[in-house]
């Protein structure tokens, strides 16, 4: 089936309160926030957690690991239960499990009660972003629907930079347990604000592929596990990993084969036929991996580097958001009069542009090259998420805009667990190549109070001096680890550029049927 234009959506049966396009946006925006900015907000925390858990240090990992899984798990069942139980009352059964589940995270009292509480609450919060995304979508008119996804947007690309900085201020200022429980309020807002104003749609029957769900769900466990496992157990060197591995390439290859020849699936044929939503869930991917993959490192970096709190380095990092921010809402205005294609080449660009500034970084530099390197990139990265929505989106038909809205926030997490797993792994690497090569120049010959011998003849002085060398030897191989990072960032923004000739700009935009209206 070629591409073509989205037929006119069909109007749903009216909300409890008739909502205007605005509102609407605003409240699904909510809970989208609300959980994306779970997915980082527990990070700083797991110091904090770790004694009152009674958990190892390498088993504490499960908290973020398990929302995760959960949330990869259960993302692709939204299209299937958005016609089964119908959008706005799935809404509002995943914004109350959400809220409930928050609470019991909240309160748990060991490893295994926390583990099991968030794979609750990723289960429950998987099903808001996409349903978020389809409901803009519906009732937004196709010229302004750039702009709703603008400010829709600022919660999923804002959410995972401000996750750190709010769970390390609730941390210091109160207890970690709040990191959980600051979502009961929010989330009894956004429960009553849904209930009141989101337009209902009819449910309709759709069978349920059980065959399909069961091998994307065991793919993308096994690949999840083996990206998280992998930096912890030396990769493929641990047969655990190569398990995982080969668990989570069968599986997705059968998928694959399953989707081709199979009948009523749980990704619509039509969608792999459409060349525009395609190339929008490899650059989702991509942009996933270019944006956590650079946060996923920098909060360390700043703490351990430059001495930063917890604080300090969020407050570093804000300016990331507030550039995003202000892009998104410029690209929300220009989408409708430009050729987007063109606006998501600008954005990468620029994010080129601040990559290759963060390879210039310096250990002894103060906070004003990370402010502004960072705010480069928050204007790079929110031209592109926009555009990228919109013109991917374009020339979808209304009635698989849900299917392709949980694919699309798949892909996202995917391309993020890429991206955390990608920075980490280079950034060990490089800082035991750089140690040794740094350490390998350090002889008698050129700095002879290195010696081993004089060092030991000098006593406790000789050991301290031994002690503060090393200790600048790791910070310059650590320094050098990160730049490598950065420069690797660089070169994959680099090599999306041409995909965008893979994107089409749709004719003529139809009109879209307000819902609310």
Known sequence: MADTAAPV??????????????????????????????????????????????????????VLTSYILATAVATPLTGWLADRLGKRQLFLYSVTAFTIASMACGLAQSLEQMVFFRVLQGAAGAFLAPLGQSYILDVWPREKQGQAMAWWGVGVMVGPILGPFVGGWLTENFDWRWVFLINLPFGILTLFLAAALLPKAEPRIRRFDMLGFGLLAVGFAALQLCLDRGQQLDWFESWEVRVEAGVAVASLWAFGVHIFTGTNTLLDKRLLKNSNIMTGFLFITLVGLLLVGTTAILPTMLQTLFGYSVIQSGLVQMPRGIGMMISMMAAGRLVSRTDPRAIIGTGMAISAISLWMMSGFSPEMDSQPLVISGFVQGLGLGLVFVPLNTIAFSTLPADLRTDASSFFMLLRNLGSSFGISLSVGILA????????????????????????????????????????????????????????????????????????????????????VHLAD
């Not at 205007?20 to 980082?40: A, K, N, R, Y």
């Not at 000098?458 to 990160?482: E, S």
């Open 9 to 62: 959506a069909t109007p749903a049966q009216a909300s409890p309160v008739q909502a205007s396009p605005i509102v609407i946006t605003m409240v699904v925006m909510l809970g989208t926030f609300m959980t994306i900015l779970d997915s980082t907000i527990a990070n700083v925390a797991l110091p904090h957690m770790q004694p009152s858990l009674g958990a190892a240090s390498d088993t504490i990992a499960w």
């Open 429 to 512: 690497r490089q800082a035991q190549v750089s140690h040794a090569d740094i350490g390998a120049s350090l002889t008698p010959f050129a700095l002879p109070w290195a010696d081993g011998g004089i060092a030991g003849a000098m006593g406790g002085a000789g050991d301290a001096v031994m002690a503060m060398l090393d200790g600048a030897v790791n910070r310059q191989a650590a320094m050098i680890a990160y730049i490598d990072v950065f420069r690797m960032l660089f070169w994959v923004t680099i090599s999306m550029i041409p995909l965008l000739l893979l994107l089409r700009r749709p004719k003529t935009p139809p009109a879209v």
